[in-house]
């Protein structure tokens, strides 16, 4: 259990981007759109924030809202959380750098 779940007193709903084992690309379907496995009811924290993030491809997207998740599942750019996909992923290590949770920046 993290540090970090005592203060997650919120619940979202968490779908994971279902990735290529061998090349961590996503899954398509026959429409040509990634595919997520079926939401996962989880606790957070959700507060409503303007910030500009920078994504992976280099572009600066503005921001509405932030979640923050404990370290059980592994969270990354192209999950959703309540629908949004992630843009930006923050991780919250310990001291002994195993992850504690994830700052998470929704479109």
């Known amino acids: 259990m993290s540090r970090m779940t ?3 007193k919120q ?7 279902v990735r290529d084992p061998d090349t961590q690309k996503p899954v398509l379907d026959a429409y040509g759109e990634p595919q ?6 989880r606790a957070c924290r959700r507060e409503k924030v303007i910030k500009d993030v920078h994504t992976a491809t ?3 997207i503005r921001v509405d809202t932030r979640y923050y998740l ?10 959703r959380v309540d629908g949004r996909e992630v843009i930006g992923v923050e991780e919250y290590t310990n001291e002994h750098g195993d992850p504690e ?3 998470v920046y929704v479109t």
């Open 101 to 103: 949770g994830y700052l």
């Open 11 to 17: 619940r979202c709903f968490l779908e994971q981007l």
């Open 36 to 41: 997520h496995q079926p939401p996962q009811v």
């Open 70 to 79: 404990d370290g059980t599942l592994f969270v990354d750019a192209g999950d």
């Open 6 to 8: 005592k203060y997650l």
């Open 58 to 60: 280099g572009s600066i």
